[in-house]
C-alpha cells in the first residue's frame, strides 16, 4: 500500500546543536553583550574632492525632489505676509509641474514624453518659468534670499550624506542576515562608518 502523508527526514549532521549553544549566557546577570550594538553613521566627509564631487551629483539625481521641495516651502514661507500675487502664482506653477510629472508617470511608453522632449528641458523651463513670474510680481529678492541661504545648506548635505545601499544581504552558514557594507560595494559607492 502506498505511503500517503508526511515521512520523517534523517538529519546529516551528526551532533544535535542545543539551544545553549546558539546564545551563551552571561555569567553575571548584570553583564551584557556591549560588543554586539554599533552605530552606523550615514555621513561622513568624503576623502578626495574628486569623491565629493561624485557624491554631490549622485545625492541630487537620488535627492533632487527632497531639495527642491525644501527650497519650495523656505520661499512659500516668505512669501505669505507680503506677497500674495507671487504666491499664487508659484502655486499655480506647482500644479503645472505636478500634472506634467503626472503625465510622465500615466505613459510610460510614450514616445513623445520620454523619447523626443526631455524631461529636464521642460523641468528647467518650468522654473525659469517661475522664477520670471517672481521677478516680474517683484518677488525676486524673496526667490534671491531663499536661494542665497538654501542652496549652501543644500550642498553640505549633499557632500555629506552617504546614499545608496547600506546594507547589503550576505549568506553566512544557512540564513542570510543583513550586514553593513564594508568599504565599497559593487557600484563603487562608500560604505558606512562604524563609530
Known amino acids: 500500500m502506498a505511503n500517503f502523508g508526511t515521512t520523517e527526514r534523517i538529519p546529516t549532521s551528526s551532533t544535535p546543536s542545543s539551544a545553549?549553544?546558539?546564545y551563551d549566557e552571561p555569567k553575571e546577570p548584570?553583564?551584557?553583550h556591549l560588543n554586539d550594538f554599533k552605530f552606523y553613521c550615514p555621513c561622513n566627509i568624503p576623502l578626495t574632492p574628486e569623491a565629493a564631487a561624485i557624491?554631490?551629483?549622485r545625492n541630487l539625481a537620488n535627492l533632487g525632489l527632497y531639495y527642491t521641495l525644501f527650497v519650495w516651502i523656505i520661499l512659500f514661507i516668505t512669501l505669505i505676509p507680503q506677497r500674495k500675487v507671487s504666491l499664487i502664482l508659484l502655486v499655480i506653477m506647482t500644479y503645472v509641474t505636478t500634472l506634467y510629472l503626472l503625465l510622465l508617470r500615466a505613459c510610460p511608453n510614450s514616445v513623445v514624453l520620454h523619447k523626443i522632449i526631455d524631461k529636464r528641458f521642460v523641468l528647467a523651463l518650468l522654473a525659469i518659468a517661475t522664477a520670471a513670474q517672481l521677478i516680474a510680481t517683484r518677488a525676486g529678492i524673496h526667490l534671491a534670499v531663499t536661494l542665497a541661504c538654501s542652496?549652501?545648506?543644500l550642498l553640505v548635505h549633499a557632500v555629506l550624506w552617504i546614499s545608496g545601499n547600506v546594507y547589503e544581504v550576505v549568506q553566512v552558514s544557512a540564513a542570510e542576515q543583513y550586514?553593513?557594507?564594508s568599504d565599497r560595494n559593487k557600484s563603487?559607492?562608500?560604505g558606512l562608518d562604524v563609530v
Request: net charge neutral; aromatic share 0%; no cysteine.
Open 20 to 22: 545553549s549553544d546558539a
Open 30 to 32: 548584570h553583564q551584557k
Open 55 to 57: 557624491r554631490i551629483i
Open 151 to 153: 542652496v549652501p545648506l
Open 179 to 181: 550586514v553593513p557594507l
Open 188 to 190: 563603487g559607492a562608500e
